[in-house]
T-cell receptor, first 110, second 114 residues
Framework: GQNIDQPTEMTATEGAIVQINCTYQ??????LFWYQQHAGEAPTFLSY????GLEEKGRFSSFLSRSKGYSYLLLKELQMKDSASYLC???????????FGDGTTLTVKP | DADVTQTPRNRITKTGKRIMLECSQT?????MYWYRQDPGLGLRLIYY???????NKGEISDGYSVSRQAQAKFSLSLESAIPNQTALYFC?????????????FGPGTRLTVL
């Protein structure tokens, strides 16, 4: 299986930096995705990691360590519109089939 | 714009009724997926299809069936709806390939089974 763990909720302040962690136990996977989902809306793609290391994309960065079974999403210069759920997902070795974590609900306060 | 659409967007039905949720895409993607999402939880895969002749069960396929009528269309059926199938249902598509095949999601169908 691919057990994926994320914190349920986080709160941060506008303008700050927040790190959302994702840990997993799996026998193998092709890559790890992060998606953003606003309440009642569809998830949208944020970032993708195949190799260990940091992928930077504007205010968002994602890090992967396969040996530690760990990823994080880093959000910088937080804005109110960043209040959403953030879903970590693994693409299995049967490429294209994803397993999602339960998501972390981030609340950004003024 | 190339897009993923779902119909209906909202549906209320009664226990025992047969329900079909439809998904269409203009992205030209081969792969299509159906997920359900319950409050406070992530997405759970119901069925997925890698091309028109390929249908695969996901982790929670019991009580559901699917049909891939064309590359662009993938429908989900609940043969006899029950209250615990009340959820938000998402269709998604992706390109084929081993890496960087992020999924593009439709707007969702909110289904309530009374």
């Amino acid at each position: 299986g691919q057990n994926i763990d994320q914190p349920t909720e986080m709160t941060a302040t506008e303008g700050a930096i927040v790190q959302i962690n994702c840990t997993y136990q799996t026998s193998g996977f092709n890559g790890l995705f992060w998606y953003q989902q606003h309440a009642g809306e569809a998830p949208t793609f944020l970032s993708y990691n195949v190799l260990d290391g940091l992928e930077e994309k504007g205010r968002f960065s994602s890090f992967l360590s396969r040996s530690k079974g760990y990823s994080y999403l880093l959000l910088k210069e937080l804005q109110m519109k960043d209040s959403a759920s953030y879903l970590c997902a693994l693409i299995g070795t049967n490429a294209g089939k994803s397993t999602f974590g339960d998501g972390t609900t981030l609340t950004v306060k003024p | 714009d190339a897009d993923v659409t779902q119909t209906p967007r909202n549906r209320i039905t009664k226990t025992g009724k047969r329900i079909m949720l439809e998904c269409s895409q203009t992205k030209g993607h081969d792969r299509m997926y159906w997920y359900r999402q319950d409050p406070g939880l992530g997405l759970r895969l119901i069925y997925y299809s890698f091309d028109v002749k390929d249908i695969n069960k996901g982790e929670i396929s019991d009580g559901y069936s699917v049909s891939r009528q064309a590359q662009a269309k993938f429908s989900l059926s609940l043969e006899s709806a029950i209250p615990n199938q009340t959820a938000l249902y998402f269709c998604a598509t992706s390109v084929a390939g081993p890496t960087h095949n992020e999924q593009f999601f439709g707007p969702g169908t909110r289904l309530t089974v009374l």
